[in-house]
């Protein structure tokens, strides 16, 4: 457990500042994410080098196609999440609370250096979503940073601004989500639109920046729709890479059938009038 950052108090309660969700959380309660409680009128972080995952991927497993191709990198994830995506893929430690282990800051820092012979260069935060454990996302990716090895954050890009640009100056490159591009998709994932818009354009003038969308038939597979996305990006930097996923029932989602190859290929066919890279994954 540690004190949280970002909030402030209000009368008896306390508002989170971290996401935009903006929790308003009472005494003994927990934010919607689960993991920021208030204790006493503090907002402490309960997850705090609590690790539920951690393994040795390649760099395109995050994926990242144009940041260090061919390396490797130890991949650490937490527990919770800030959304609620019915088809999310790493259910069980988003959305449950699995068993956990404790792996401080110093420690992570130690395994990194220990397999960076065998190609790690430095530390993803993924499988659940890395700002929630901010706190720890910090203090672990300053240490990294100070000793010459590189920070990966695989988000779903729900968080503020000024959090955001607190870590940063840390981060060496990020994949974020955009998940769709419309706001009622957003909405049924207890996200909005706008606010990941805004951190992709933050994060893409500062680090290494690729996107990551799971097609979902019937949710997000218009062509109208992959042509708003590609263009959003494409005014950023037509540079940032775009990986097309494909959908398999999984979690909340398993009465939809997997994404058609067909739509795949159309989208991304669209993507690429916009984009100079865009790559299909899970064909």
Known sequence: MKEALFWEKQEENIHCLLCPVNCT?????????????????GLYALNYGKITSIAIDPMEKKPLYRFYPGS?????????????????QNYSISMEKPDLMDLSPED??????????????????TYNEPFINYEYLLDSS???KENGLKNVIVTNGY???????KVL???????????GFT?????????????????????????HVEITTLIIPGE???????????????????????HISRFFPNYKMLDKEKTPKGTLFELKKIADENLKYVYLGNI
């Open 220 to 242: 997000n597979d218009s062509k109208e729709e992959m042509k708003e996305l590609s263009s959003f990006i494409a005014n950023i930097n037509e540079d940032i890479p775009l």
């Open 142 to 144: 300053k240490l990294i």
């Open 183 to 207: 706001d009622e998709f957003y909405k049924k994932l207890s996200g909005n639109l706008n606010s990941i818009k805004s951190i992709i354009e933050i994060a893409a003038k500062m680090c």
């Open 108 to 125: 992570l820092l130690k395994l990194a250096k220990k397999y960076a012979p065998s190609g790690n260069i430095g530390v993803a935060y």
């Open 169 to 179: 100056p840390f981060i060496d490159a990020m994949n974020i989500d955009l998940k």
């Open 25 to 41: 959380i009472s005494n003994g309660k927990y934010g919607f994410c689960k993991i920021r409680k208030n204790i006493d009128g």
């Open 159 to 165: 968080v503020n601004k000024e959090p955001l640009l």
């Open 72 to 88: 490797r990198i130890l991949s650490i994830g937490g527990y919770s999440c800030n959304m609620r995506c019915p088809f999310c």
